[in-house]
């Protein structure tokens, strides 16, 4: 099983910036494509941006390109998401996703979820 920790929510003004990281533990046998999804209050959960298995490839949402960006982590398979000028559409619960599979976005595509970290921009 593997679990994930995400950390580096929290509350901030419009245009200012976060950083949020996951890293994952437990057994891990193999490079995992690393997710982070969000969902604000009475939305689905979309898509914000997906680091994929080679560490370098990514997706970005048309709402966050040119705002946030998905880089490795230190360790093996963590990742962390430097979210920049902050807008308060972007206020939601952000979940760091896993799969072993490569270049998947969707979220049915994704075996492993995290507990959610709140990201609140205020205007």
């Known amino acids: 099983q593997v679990h994930l920790a995400e950390s580096g929510g929290g509350s901030v003004q419009a245009g200012g910036s976060l950083r949020l990281s996951c890293a994952p533990s437990g057994y891990i046998y193999s490079r995992m494509s690393m997710g982070w999804f969000r969902q604000a209050p009475g939305k689905e959960r979309e898509g914000v941006a997906v680091?994929?298995?080679?560490?370098?490839?990514?997706y970005y949402a048309d709402s966050v390109k040119g705002r946030f960006t998905i880089t490795q982590g230190d360790a093996r398979n963590t990742v962390n998401l430097q979210m920049s000028n902050l807008k308060p559409e972007d206020s939601a619960m952000y979940y760091c996703a896993a799969s072993y599979r490569s270049r998947v976005v969707q979220e049915a595509d994704f075996e492993y979820w995290g507990q959610g970290t709140q990201v609140t921009v205020s205007s």
């Open positions: 680091l994929f298995t080679n560490g370098i490839n990514a």
